[in-house]
């Protein structure tokens, strides 16, 4: 499986811009591109950087880039895609894949909950500001990395059609990283079973197919869990909701997307 991907990532060498938003983990396997520019967006400088000089030592890619992004801060969201479109020609794959779970309950700067703050309207503003990049630098891809539990919430899609632009989210599987971090009950349950949980690695691989797999070249608007398509809850496929949805972040965001 990883020798498969090692080719995958050698077909991702002609990608010349690769915006990486979060996860330490993930960006280590995603970065193998030699050519690929690979911007890492994240909210702590030292923590990415860390991980950048693993990656360029590793891959021999110098092209391994950290930018200052907070999601939890849509002044950040904006300086940051500020500073991209004005710095960067390109961009061809975004991948959304920060995410906070069982956090106590506080609020981003603006004022929203911090999972929805983060989780959803951090990725939608983002997405919003650079998708005419992304519309330009065409064929591009959005990869959203979603969640199983999808199942027990909401989830949406939008149809970006016609832009060769395309947007699937996917659900990584269950994996041993940080983001449990917040519920002792959970850290605690995830080092028992954590024979059982994909490594970082593992749970890496659906989000690098989304990202490279040539075959999913005009693919868009899926849900993909183990490099294949997956099952969506009825109220993940409800276009009521997800229309209901996008309106009211456009109105949270104080932003107009149609
Ligand atoms: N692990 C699983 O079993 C599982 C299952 C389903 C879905 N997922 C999804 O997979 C994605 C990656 O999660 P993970 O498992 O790799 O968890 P993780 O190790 O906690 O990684 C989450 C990343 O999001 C970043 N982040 C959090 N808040 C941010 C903010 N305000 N601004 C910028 N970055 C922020 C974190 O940054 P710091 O490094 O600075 O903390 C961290 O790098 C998430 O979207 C998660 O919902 C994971």
């Known amino acids: 499986m990883l020798n498969c991907w090692e080719a995958a990532l050698g077909a991702a060498v002609s990608i010349p811009v690769f915006l990486f938003v979060a996860a330490p983990y993930i960006r280590r396997y995603v970065a193998g591109g030699r050519c690929a ?4 967006a994240c909210r702590d400088i030292a923590k990415a950087e860390a991980a950048a000089s693993e990656i360029r030592a590793e891959t021999g890619n110098q092209q391994v880039i950290v930018k200052k992004l907070d999601l939890a801060d849509t002044k950040s969201i904006r300086e940051f895609a500020e500073k991209f479109l004005a710095e960067e020609k390109e961009l ?23 999972h929805l703050g983060v989780n959803h309207l951090g990725h939608f503003l983002l997405t ?3 998708l005419e990049r992304l519309k330009q630098s065409a064929p591009a891809r959005i990869v959203n990395v979603s969640s199983l539990a999808h199942h027990g919430g909401r989830i949406r899609f939008h149809d970006l059609q016609g832009t060769k632009v395309t947007a699937n989210a996917l659900h990584p ?4 990283s940080e ?7 959970m850290s605690w349950l995830w080092k028992i079973f954590s024979f059982f949980l994909k490594t970082p690695s593992e ?8 990202a490279v797999a040539e075959e999913l070249d005009s693919v868009t608007g899926q849900y993909f869990s183990d490099c294949q398509p997956a099952y969506v809850s009825p109220r993940g ?8 949805l996008w309106s009211v972040s456009c109105e949270l965001l104080g932003i107009q997307w149609d």
């Open 37 to 40: 520019r690979i911007i890492i």
């Open 92 to 114: 061809h794959i975004l991948i959304n894949n920060a995410g906070v779970m069982l956090c106590p309950y506080s609020k981003t700067a603006d004022g929203f909950e911090m």
């Open 128 to 130: 919003f500001l650079l």
């Open 173 to 176: 599987g269950s994996v041993y």
């Open 179 to 185: 983001l449990v971090r917040h519920s002792s009950v």
């Open 203 to 210: 749970g890496a691989q659906t989000s690098i197919y989304c």
């Open 237 to 244: 496929r409800d276009d009521e909701t997800a229309k209901k």
